[in-house]
C-alpha cells in the first residue's frame, strides 16, 4: 500500500468517525429539544391559567368601577419564555461562542500544522447550537449519575465492612489472674491495695469560707478602690458561680459592686469598667483564722 493510500485510508476513518460522532449528536439534541418542548409546554400552561384568572379578576374590578378592561396579553406558546429559560439562554448562548471560538482557533492551529507537514487536514466540526445545547444538558446529567454512583459505591462498601467487622469481632472478656498457695493448693489471699500517700490536691471550699476570704479582702482595699466606707460586713452570694479567668469562681455583691471568688480561694475579683481586676489582701490584721 503507498503512502497516498494509507493517508487516504486514514482519512476515510476519521470522517467516519466524525459521522458517528455527529449522528450521536443528533439523536441527543433530539431527546433534549423533546424534553425541553415537554417541560415548556407545561410552563406555557400554568402561564395561560393564572393568566386568564387574573384577567377574569381584573374585568370583573373593572366592570364594577366602570372602567375600560385592557386584559394582560397571552403571547403564542413559540413566544413564551419562562424567566428561567431566558436566563438558561443567554448562559448557554455565551458558553456557545466561547466553545466555537476555541474549535476555531484549534482548527487553525492544526490545518497550519498540516500544511507544514504537507498532510491532509480534517477540522473539527462545529456543532450547531442546538446540538451543543443538546450535549451540554447530556453531560451535565452524566456527570450527576457519576458522581451519585461513587457516593453509593462507597456506602456500599463501608456497610459491607463494618458488617464484617461486626460479625467477625471477638469479644474476650478480662478476668482476673488468681495465685494459688503452694502449701495448701488453694487461692491466696492478699490484703487490698491502699495508697498511704495523702491528697496534696487543692480542695473545693465552701460559700462561707469564700466569703470570709472576700470580707478580708475588701477590708484591706476598699480605700484604695475608692469607696468611701468599708462594705465587707454587706456582703450577699448571688448563688451562682462563673468562669472567670479560666477557674471556676462564686459571684457576690456588696456596696452595689459585684465580686468574684476562686472556689479554690487561690484568687478574688471586682468587676470594673466590665472587667474582672483581681484583689489581694494584707498579711496583718486578719479577721479570721484556721
Not at 372602567?67 to 436566563?87: C, D, L, N, R
Not at 497550519?112 to 462545529?126: M, R, S, W
Not at 475608692?226 to 448563688?239: A, H, K, R, V
Request: charged share 30%.
Amino acid at each position: 500500500m503507498s503512502k497516498e493510500e494509507k493517508k487516504a485510508k486514514k482519512l476515510q476513518k476519521k470522517e467516519a468517525k466524525q459521522a458517528k460522532k455527529d449522528v450521536k449528536l443528533q439523536k441527543a439534541a433530539e431527546k433534549a429539544n423533546a424534553k425541553a418542548e415537554k417541560k415548556h409546554e407545561k410552563a406555557y400552561s400554568k402561564f395561560v391559567k393564572d393568566t386568564e384568572k387574573k384577567n377574569a379578576k381584573l374585568q370583573a374590578k373593572a366592570a364594577k368601577e366602570g372602567k375600560a378592561f385592557v386584559p394582560v396579553a397571552i403571547p403564542p406558546i413559540g413566544e413564551f419564555q419562562t424567566k428561567g429559560e431566558i436566563k438558561a439562554e443567554k448562559s448557554l448562548q455565551k458558553a456557545y461562542a466561547k466553545y466555537v471560538k476555541k474549535l476555531e482557533k484549534k482548527n487553525a492551529k492544526a490545518e497550519k500544522k498540516c500544511a507544514k507537514k504537507g498532510k491532509p487536514f480534517v477540522p473539527v466540526a462545529i456543532p450547531t447550537y442546538e446540538e451543543f445545547a443538546a450535549a451540554g444538558s447530556d453531560n451535565g446529567s452524566n456527570t450527576k449519575r457519576i458522581i451519585l454512583m461513587i457516593i453509593l459505591l462507597f456506602l456500599i462498601w463501608f456497610l459491607i465492612y463494618f458488617a464484617y467487622m461486626y460479625y467477625t469481632y471477638d469479644y474476650v472478656p478480662s478476668h482476673e489472674e488468681t495465685t494459688i498457695s503452694e502449701d495448701s493448693g488453694e487461692p491466696a489471699v492478699y490484703d487490698p491495695y491502699s495508697n498511704p500517700h495523702e491528697i496534696t490536691t487543692t480542695p473545693s471550699y465552701s460559700v462561707a469560707d469564700a466569703k470570709l476570704y472576700l470580707r478580708q479582702t475588701l477590708k484591706d482595699n476598699w480605700n484604695k478602690m475608692g469607696l468611701g466606707s468599708d462594705p465587707s460586713n454587706s456582703i450577699s452570694y448571688n448563688g451562682t458561680t462563673q468562669v472567670i479567668n479560666g477557674s471556676d469562681c462564686y459571684m457576690f455583691t456588696a456596696g452595689g459592686r459585684t465580686y468574684a471568688v476562686s472556689t479554690k480561694l487561690s484568687a478574688c475579683y471586682y468587676c470594673h469598667d466590665g472587667q474582672y481586676d483581681p484583689l489581694t489582701f494584707n498579711d496583718t490584721d486578719i479577721l479570721f483564722g484556721d
